[in-house]
């Protein structure tokens, strides 16, 4: 499984411009479902949400099992540069971060999977072969919601 979550992080960014290639600025105010974000805010929550899962994860590898702070992704969200319509520095922030994501995650050696961090808003630990599955997983999700956007493109029944 462990090839499989790292090639869903690497190709992320190509897969988040393929499906935007041919929308307009007014498509990407669709939303996945009536309170949910839209396809803007989704491309940016992957940057800001990838680019914190990155800085923890070499964290986790170079600190013994460091804290880490949690952020609100929802407010974070609502912030003017997440609302926006460009979404051109959010996905060169993917391509970027996730090609470096992909080798760090293709250079561990079997022991650094092991390794981790505590989690403070959630109060919990995660080693770093949990963080590769969440983030993976992460990435297929929020696909999904950018297709489920375009799904609903004519509204909502």
Known sequence: MKNTWIQSIKVLPKSVENT???????????????????????IHHLADSHMTAYLRTKSAQTLDHPDVFGYEESVWAELRDATSMDVDSSIQILKGLHNRWGQTWENMEAADFEKGYYHLGYKKDFDLMNVLSLYAWHSEHHLAHLHQALKYKGGFA
């Not at 041919?22 to 990407?28: E, P, V």
């Open 20 to 42: 935007i290639s041919t929308l307009s600025d007014a498509d990407l105010t669709l939303k996945y479902r009536p309170d949910g974000w839209t396809i803007a805010q989704v």
